[in-house]
């Protein structure tokens, strides 16, 4: 007899071949010149449960570039796999040709060009129709979302995340879990989450004084949609006082607690469940592990990393799901579950092209209401880029680049350190800079950037410590997001090696002298997690060198070499 995890092996397999992701079908639409909203939403019905998955929005309510990235590397036992291949890879792997719509929405290949032929990609109108458009197919379908929503622009840090949650709240989710939501404040969140009308979730989620699980957020909660009854449960960032301030969140604790999950999956499996859904912002290799060690879990819709798949990964009779971010993609899985049995899926990696998806009429007035006040502002041009400029890999991104540039200059600073954040969406060679794209690369409630002196050996441990965080081969000591982007200093890393002797070669660009572990160097950075940093926001910093230099320029960065991968 089949087993259940090579029956859904099987199933995985029979849609990448026969297409029922619906991706390959995009580039022949492009072909023929009809690249249409009903194709892109053409879904063939199955099943009796429909499923909706976004994350990692970051407040982008407006259509965006986002350029992929071009590193993405994969350490220990995940190298080359999903989602750690890129680029002509990464095409190769899912059988894409370059110079389609799916490359570019994808991948990084030749995206200058392709987002001059596809447009900008998102939109919460249009995000809105298309979940409006399942919802008229599979009217119970349920939408669930990873987190990362309320954070990331000029008008969400503006409302306190007020202007987003207006806009979602016209969504209608049926969950939802939490990450960088926490940096609005303890109370602010409590705030908002006791205004909302679906379930806050997040069964790793504690109380900081007692230990014990939180009883502002709920673990998991049931649905009964199709005859089925289905759990969803709830998993927010794990690390969530290593990577952002915990003085911001005092009263709660987070972590993995996968004894505690495997308890809520035995509970609700008791309870009748015939589909378990873990709601997860843990970040893909997390997941990944998470998978293999908590039996019983049917779906992971995973989030954090900003992955975004055409194909849902297996990891031995759970799958997971990555569906992007910055609301490029939209995922609908339909499955079909009897007798308390994931019997069978469809899956589609729904591309929110905003130039072939039209906008949903009430949405874009309810969106164009909550910009309003701010206007003037969000449309202020401070300068302009002749570079295309992008956040998202590895390392150094243009974005990152254009930061510590600005860090150095205006800081007066050797070094200048920027965190490895992933969300800020990209902007193309020739595009005016506004005060909004400055402020969707920067906007954050904790902005002060720093300025003091480092040692050398302080500098080395510092990014020997963040480099541990991305490249440690067990994923849950991945406790961050990409590498710290560095100014004024090239370095050699060997991502194979053990934490303390990863990096080598370190250089001080300006001299092209060695860093001296004796010396003390002027550093300026931002986004330090310590309470009472002083300094000018980075907004200020970034705006004052942009509007010194008119437009910038931002040459590739060639100054970190990485072995070992």
């Not at 930061?403 to 600073?413: G, K, V, Y």
Request: hydrophobic share 40%.
């Amino acid at each position: 007899m089949i087993s259940r995890r090579d029956f859904l092996q099987a199933t995985v397999a029979a849609s990448a071949i026969y297409g029922a992701s619906g991706v390959g079908n995009w580039a022949k639409l492009a072909a023929q010149q009809a690249l249409t909203q009903d194709q892109l939403l053409n879904f063939d019905t199955f099943g009796n449960v429909t499923l909706i998955h976004i994350t990692d929005i970051h407040a982008q309510m407006k259509p965006i570039y986002f350029r992929e990235p071009e590193i993405n590397l994969g350490v220990g036992e995940v190298v080359g796999q999903p989602p750690h291949v890129t680029g002509a890879d990464f095409l190769k792997m899912f059988n894409m040709k370059p110079g389609t719509p799916e490359a570019y929405a994808l991948t990084y290949v030749d995206f200058i060009s392709l987002a001059k032929t596809y447009g900008r990609m998102g939109g919460i109108d249009r995000i809105a129709t298309v979940v409006n458009a399942i919802r008229a197919d599979r009217p119970d379908a349920l939408l669930l979302d990873g987190g990362d929503t309320w954070h990331g622009s000029y008008t969400c840090l503006k409302t306190q995340g007020q202007d987003v949650v207006n806009l979602f709240n016209r969504l209608k989710p049926d969950a939802m879990t939490f990450h960088w939501e926490f940096t609005l404040g303890s109370e602010r969140i409590r705030e908002i989450i006791d205004g909302l009308e679906f379930p806050a979730m997040g069964q790793n989620i504690y109380d900081n004084e007692w230990n014990e699980p939180s009883e502002d957020f709920v673990d998991y909660q049931f649905f009964e949609r199709g005859g089925a009854k289905i759990a969803v449960i709830g998993q927010a960032f794990p690390y969530m006082p290593i990577a952002n301030p915990g003085w911001m969140f005092p009263e709660y604790s987070f972590g993995i607690h996968d004894e505690r999950m495997q308890e809520m999956v035995d509970e609700v499996r008791a309870a009748g469940a015939d589909l378990v859904v873990c709601l997860s912002h843990n970040g893909f290799d997390v997941d990944r592990k998470m998978a293999s060690k908590v039996k019983g879990i049917d779906i992971i819709l995973t989030g954090h990393t900003h992955d975004a798949l055409p194909e849902p990964v297996l990891v031995g009779e759970t799958m997971l799901i990555a569906s992007g971010s910055n609301g490029k993609f939209v995922t609908r899985l339909d499955l079909d579950v009897r007798d308390g049995r994931l019997m069978g899926f469809r899956h589609k990696l729904i591309p929110i092209f905003s130039d072939v998806i039209a906008a949903e009429p009430e949405m874009t007035a309810a969106l164009e209401a909550e910009r309003a006040p701010f206007k003037d502002e969000l449309e202020e041009v401070i300068g302009k880029t002749d570079s295309l400029l992008y956040r998202r890999g590895n390392f150094n991104g243009t974005w990152d680049d254009l930061i510590c540039n600005a860090l150095i200059d205006e800081r007066e600073a050797d070094i200048a350190l920027s965190p490895g954040f992933r969300w800020g969406p990209s902007m193309m060679p020739g595009q005016d800079i506004t005060r909004e794209d400055l402020y969707n690369a920067t906007s954050m409630t904790y902005p002060n950037s720093y300025r003091s002196e480092m040692s050398g050996e302080q500098i080395k441990i510092i990014l020997e410590d963040v480099a541990d965080n991305l490249f440690n081969p067990d994923p849950y000591y991945q406790q961050g997001g990409d590498m710290v982007r560095v100014g004024g200093m090239g370095y050699h890393i060997d991502v194979s090696k053990k934490q303390g002797e990863r990096l080598s070669n370190m250089t001080l660009l300006k001299t092209g002298e060695a860093i001296d572990p004796a010396k003390n160097y002027v550093v300026s950075g931002w986004a330090s997690v310590r309470e009472g940093t002083e300094g000018p926001a980075i907004w200020d910093v970034v705006e004052n060198y942009i509007k010194r230099k008119g437009t910038v320029h931002v040459d590739p960065n060639k100054s970190v070499m990485v072995t070992g991968a």
